[in-house]
């Protein structure tokens, strides 16, 4: 079976910075994959480049077997390829309910959409409660809750999440990574980009590990958690 | 009074027409911050355009009310074609350019467009031909004209439209969404070129209507017009707070209304020193006083950059 996700040589540049420098990453249907590493690694620009928000310099990107790269970002959601960005990126003078429509923008069946919108209230009552308030006066982590909303009412087929826990109290990392662990469940392939790697690691099956712009790493998560190299650079521990 | 309330209907029917011109200035600033200072003069190319297109009907027989319809449809679809054609090729090849380069450009389309109206129609003035009921009613003293009736009723009818259509559709959406976070917008599948390039339409089509209103007010037209027209339209949408849609309606009608009572007061409180036709230096004193006092404008809520 090939991947839904295929990359191959990946290299983004800004300008003389080179962020992802040959890179290769497979996620396959159904797969919960992690990519892991410090600032400044590259994790969120291969994110990006894989949504389209990014040109890349050079590299393959293969989706569900089709060449990625000629295709415009904005045409990539209609194929399932979903991205909550870094900064949760809602629209902060629209309603909740209507940031929410929004992830459903490409889709014509409109007909599904209270439906689904009630599915996502009911992995997230707070969003409910506010759904005819603009999103601007929500909490931090009630915008993650919003943003990963958004993106279910796409209705994706690979989630990819930039960083779904920064700046979030624990008790919200909690909660969000619950409801990751959810739609995880449900079949969604995830590709999630996490600085807690601890975390990560606990809801990936697999991990890449990140350092300069490149893969120094490829395990799975479990065998990841027992990598002493992983243990002292992100799990932050020298043995328990 | 009864003055004061004469000038009140003459200030809303010029209120309305700025005001459908200061919703174009006003989206364009909303969805990608440019000032596009040729829209006064797409203004100008749907009243010469209905012009032309209403003195041909008339001289060819044709019933006023048929003439006056075909023409303004005429001249929407030729400023919607040119809104079109001035996002696609004056401002997208410099989407990504430092922000004052599209602004120069703007200037410079305003311009071009201004002579190629000169060699097209030339320099002298178009007389609106007199399709318009003349009939006016009178209430208390105060005359309302067909025209200022017919104008206010359709600038409001128009701008019900578009609120409608930016707050009510899954487009609107897309055009907030857009504004807002063009790149995250894009995540969403929305083609935001596509929804720059219709918000250029929408407000060019606006603006082919104001333009023959300009026009059937004041009875003439004149490839200058657009100028100081724009840069009222300009001043109400500052006026109402740049990028804010009710604003953009509510500084229309605000600096119709200060212009013509300042016009219809100026001369009994200078004794005569100045007259009405000095009517222009209200606009410019109310932009002045908002840059100076209230720069975000009565609806705009946050500091933006300003050109």
């Given amino acids: ?240 | 009074m009864d003055i004061f309330l004469q000038q009140l209907v003459n200030g809303l029917t010029l209120g309305s027409i700025y005001a459908l011109v200061a919703l174009g200035y006003t989206m364009v600033y909303g969805i990608m911050e440019l000032i596009n200072f040729a829209h006064g003069d797409v203004v100008m190319v749907g009243a010469m355009v209905a012009l032309t297109v209403l003195q041909a009907l008339t001289g060819w027989g044709v019933p006023s009310g048929v003439a006056l319809a075909v023409a303004v449809a005429v001249a929407m679809a030729v400023c919607m074609a040119l809104g079109l054609a001035i996002e696609r090729v004056a401002y997208r090849p410099l989407r990504r350019a430092p922000k004052l380069a599209p602004l120069i450009t703007a200037i410079g389309l305003s311009i071009v467009l201004q002579q190629l109206a000169a060699l097209i129609w030339g320099r002298s003035y178009l007389s609106f031909p007199s399709v318009l009921p003349t009939a006016s009613m009178s209430w208390h003293g105060v005359i309302i004209t067909a025209i200022q009736g017919l104008i206010i009723v359709l600038a409001t009818l128009l701008m019900a439209i578009l609120l409608l259509l930016v707050k009510r559709t899954a487009l609107g959406r897309a055009m907030r969404a857009t504004a807002q976070n063009p790149a995250v917008a894009q995540l969403m599948g929305v083609n935001t070129d596509r929804i720059i390039a219709f918000t250029f339409v929408i407000g060019s089509a606006l603006a082919a209507v104001a333009g023959v209103m300009v026009a059937a007010y004041y009875n003439v037209g004149n490839y200058t017009m657009g100028f100081m027209l724009g840069l009222k339209a300009f001043t109400a949408a500052v006026l109402g707070g740049i990028g804010n849609l009710p604003g953009a309606m509510l500084g229309g009608l605000l600096l119709g209304v200060v212009e013509a009572l300042g016009a219809g007061y100026i001369g009994d409180l200078t004794g005569g020193f100045f007259g009405s036709n000095y009517k222009d230096v209200f606009a410019f004193l109310v932009l002045i006083g908002v840059l100076i006092f209230h720069p975000n404008g009565l609806l705009g809520s946050r500091a933006r950059e300003k050109v």
């Fill in chain 1, 1 to 240: 079976m090939s991947p839904l996700l295929q990359v191959r040589n990946l290299c983004v540049h800004y300008g003389g910075i080179k962020a992802v420098e040959g890179l290769n990453l497979d996620v396959m249907e159904g797969e919960r994959v992690t990519l892991i590493g410090a600032n400044g690694a590259g994790k969120s620009s291969t994110l990006k480049a894989i949504a389209g928000l990014v040109a890349p310099a050079d590299g393959v990107l293969a989706y569900a077997g089709q060449a990625l790269r000629a295709i415009p970002a904005w045409q990539r959601v209609g194929k399932g390829l979903a991205l909550v960005p870094e900064g949760r990126g809602v629209f902060n003078r629209l309603t909740i309910e209507e940031n929410l429509l929004m992830g459903a923008y490409h889709r014509k069946d409109s007909e599904k959409f209270p439906q689904e919108l009630d599915h996502v209230y009911s992995l997230f009552t707070r969003l409910h409660e506010r759904r005819y308030q603009q999103a601007g006066t929500l909490s931090g982590g009630e915008q993650q809750m919003l943003a990963i909303g958004r993106a279910l009412m796409s209705r994706p087929r690979l989630l990819m999440l930039d960083e779904p826990s920064m700046g979030l109290a624990p008790v919200m990392v909690e909660k969000i990574f619950s409801v990751i662990r959810k739609i995880a469940e449900e079949g969604v392939t995830l590709l999630l980009v996490e600085q807690n790697a601890r975390l990560a690691l606990e809801v990936c099956d697999r991990a890449y590990v990140m350092e300069s712009g490149q893969v120094v790493l490829v395990d799975t998560a479990s065998a990841c958690m027992e990598n002493p190299m992983v243990r002292s650079a992100y799990l932050g521990d020298g043995g328990g």
